[in-house]
């Protein structure tokens, strides 16, 4: 992928896209680890009696999940690529992840095989939905998903997921660094912390990329 044009620069800045059909909808690290409020990391919060995850799993319920639905639908409607990134390790005892993600991944039994590890029922890829899985914060350090992305002659990119602050917003920024028209789907992103997720998104707009709405997203393929 060259260096965007000026043409592509004003496009990205534009209502519509002219080619919807080179966007990817990014679906970040969905899973049952810590994306779903039956999942590992809920259940762990919920036998501590610790409250701080409750924004996260209400914002997941109510926004993440039926807004990224529209959005797949929506995609896939224009012929766009709906790709999945997960996060976890191949191993059980995670010796396969960068030190400072063992621990973690450890303790909410995300590795492959584990219910933790594996995408949420209520966003669950068709066939032939790429699943890109990492080991890193940012999935560009440690996949193939740019391979994959210039392969599939995508330029548009639209992320949802969660953690907003943590590998969306590494994956969004090493996207924007490598060329890429991003946008952060504002209301499809979820956090531990409302101000979290407000200055992730105040900073990526600054320099970054686009933040949108889902409405506006769906309004900018159509």
Known sequence: M???SEDYVKEFNADRITEPARSALIIVDMQYATGHRTGALAQRMAAEGNTITDWRFDR???????????L?????????????????????????APVHMRAFFQSVGNYEGQRAHQIINELAPEPGDPIVRKTSIGAFASTGLDHLLR?????????????TNMCVETTA???????YAVTLVEDACATTHKELHEGTMRNF?????????????????S
């Open 151 to 163: 392969s599939l002659d995508r330029e548009h990119l639209f992320l949802t997921g969660v953690s």
């Open 173 to 179: 920024r090493e996207a924007a660094d490598r060329g």
């Open 60 to 70: 997941i319920d109510a926004l993440v999940i039926p807004n990224t639905q529209r």
């Open 72 to 96: 797949i639908k929506a995609m896939r409607v224009v012929g766009g690529k709906v790709i999945y990134v997960t996060i976890g390790a191949a191993l059980s005892d995670c010796s396969d």
């Open 2 to 4: 060259s260096q965007p």
């Open 205 to 221: 707009a600054r320099f970054f990329g686009k933040v949108r709405s889902t409405e506006d997203v769906i309004d900018l393929l």
